[in-house]
């Protein structure tokens, strides 16, 4: 499960977050992880997307003064070949 990536939003539409998810997937595929899960934000949601994970559902968060944040939570399958190639 990846738990949090975050980009400062004044360094967005650089690359940095999918260079970031590039990198997690690539570790986690090192150490033979299948699947990929994550919570993605709304704003997320479409790199996430674009990066090949898929739409598991849609929820909101509370947090706590009456406010819901809504989210998707996501997987990805990492390659068989990826992970034998990290091997």
Known sequence: ???????DPAATRRGI?????RRIEADA???GVATLGLTATLSGEALYAALGY???????IG?????NFGCVDMEKEI?????????
């Open 17 to 21: 977050g999918r260079a970031l998810m």
């Open 54 to 60: 898929r739409e598991l559902a849609r929820r909101s």
């Open 29 to 31: 595929a090192e150490h």
């Open 79 to 87: 390659a068989a070949e990826d992970r034998t190639a990290a091997a």
């Open 1 to 7: 499960t990846v738990r949090g990536v975050f980009v």
């Open 63 to 67: 947090l706590g003064d009456g406010q």
